[in-house]
């Protein structure tokens, strides 16, 4: 086809109506778009429902609803932040910037959490569910017990554990199933009514009390044992061994565990099916 041809086609085509419609049309679109986007941005809407959302969140915060005066400040307050922030986003501020990212990615997973609200299960099922996850509910090993402490602040480390030592010596004579009056003064509990391994390492730290304390034997004075605090005799007075709870007994945490486990299987499957929306481009290769 030669230029002229196409030239006295495309003429002819510029002529038709038709061609005059389609152009027009796309024309007031693009205005009418136009202004819709750009009124929009410029227009700030504060309905009723807006400010009772202000006045709850206020509540919630300060536990007593806002004054008349508060309000209007609050109002104020988000009309400027949303100010701020379309103009932020017309001037593109939020590209390519990690914190905005990641507060989106945090908002969007926490709104995708409220959707996936898993149904309140049979007896049957919490049940069934409970007798494959039952050593999660293992009550740990727990232990009584009374003790002497003895501080390094006094004269040294070697002669904490050296008074330790001499004490330990006079107790079975003494007959005493308490005697902290033959120590320092401890900076928590002298008698523990009953600990279990995670309570004891929170009490003296990661440390060879800690470690020993439920290998002792029950009605006997031992030690010396070393503490974050210092040295320490211990003298057992009640071991309650680990045992399994029943569903009755952890039944409220037993459902909490069990919706929760939902909650997540449910927000895996919507992402899979939100996922399968996207290709993925890796290295040169579509998956």
């Given at each position: 086809m030669?230029?002229l041809?196409?030239r006295?086609r495309?003429?002819?085509v510029?002529?038709?109506p038709?061609?005059?419609f389609?152009?027009?049309?796309?024309l007031i679109?693009?205005a009418?778009?136009?202004?819709a986007?750009?009124?929009d941005?410029?227009?700030?809407?504060?309905g009723?429902?807006?400010?009772?959302?202000?006045?709850a969140?206020?509540?919630?915060?300060?536990g007593?609803?806002p004054?008349?005066?508060?309000l209007?400040?609050l109002?104020?307050?988000y009309?400027?932040?949303?100010?701020?922030?379309?103009?932020?986003?017309a001037?593109g501020l939020g590209?390519d910037?990690?914190?905005?990212?990641?507060?989106?990615?945090?908002?969007f997973e926490?709104?995708?959490t409220?959707l996936?609200?898993?149904?309140p299960?049979?007896?049957a099922?919490l049940?069934?569910w409970?007798d494959k996850?039952?050593?999660?509910y293992?009550?740990p090993?727990?232990v009584?017990?009374?003790?002497?402490?003895?501080s390094?602040?006094?004269?040294g480390?070697a002669?904490?554990?050296?008074?330790?030592v001499t004490?330990?010596?006079?107790?079975?004579?003494?007959?005493s199933?308490?005697?902290?009056?033959l120590g320092?003064?401890?900076?928590?509990?002298?008698d523990?009514g009953t600990?279990?391994p995670?309570?004891a390492?929170?009490l003296f730290?990661?440390?060879?009390l800690?470690?020993?304390l439920?290998?002792?034997?029950?009605?006997?004075?031992a030690g010396?044992?070393?503490s974050?605090?210092?040295?320490?005799l211990?003298?057992v007075?009640?071991r309650v061994?680990s045992s399994?709870?029943?569903?009755?007994q952890?039944h409220?945490?037993?459902?909490?565990?069990?919706?929760?486990?939902?909650?997540?299987?449910?927000n895996?499957?919507?992402?899979e099916?939100?996922?399968?929306?996207?290709?993925?481009?890796?290295?040169?290769e579509?998956?």
């Amino acid at each position: 086809m030669t230029s002229l041809t196409l030239r006295s086609r495309l003429k002819a085509v510029g002529q038709e109506p038709l061609f005059h419609f389609v152009v027009l049309g796309f024309l007031i679109w693009g205005a009418v778009h136009y202004w819709a986007e750009r009124n929009d941005r410029y227009t700030i809407h504060i309905g009723l429902a807006q400010r009772q959302r202000i006045a709850a969140t206020y509540l919630q915060q300060f536990g007593q609803p806002p004054t008349s005066e508060q309000l209007s400040h609050l109002i104020d307050r988000y009309v400027q932040e949303q100010i701020a922030w379309r103009e932020g986003v017309a001037l593109g501020l939020g590209q390519d910037d990690e914190v905005v990212r990641r507060r989106i990615i945090q908002k969007f997973e926490f709104l995708q959490t409220d959707l996936a609200v898993p149904e309140p299960p049979s007896p049957a099922v919490l049940e069934r569910w409970f007798d494959k996850n039952k050593m999660r509910y293992l009550k740990p090993e727990r232990v009584a017990f009374s003790q002497i402490y003895f501080s390094p602040d006094r004269g040294g480390e070697a002669e904490a554990r050296s008074r330790a030592v001499t004490v330990l010596r006079k107790l079975p004579g003494m007959h005493s199933l308490r005697a902290p009056q033959l120590g320092d003064e401890f900076p928590g509990p002298t008698d523990v009514g009953t600990l279990d391994p995670e309570e004891a390492r929170r009490l003296f730290g990661q440390s060879e009390l800690a470690e020993q304390l439920f290998t002792l034997p029950v009605g006997s004075w031992a030690g010396p044992y070393r503490s974050g605090f210092g040295w320490h005799l211990i003298y057992v007075t009640d071991r309650v061994p680990s045992s399994l709870s029943l569903l009755a007994q952890a039944h409220d945490q037993v459902l909490a565990d069990y919706l929760d486990e939902q909650r997540r299987l449910l927000n895996a499957r919507n992402f899979e099916t939100l996922r399968a929306k996207y290709t993925i481009v890796d290295a040169g290769e579509r998956r």
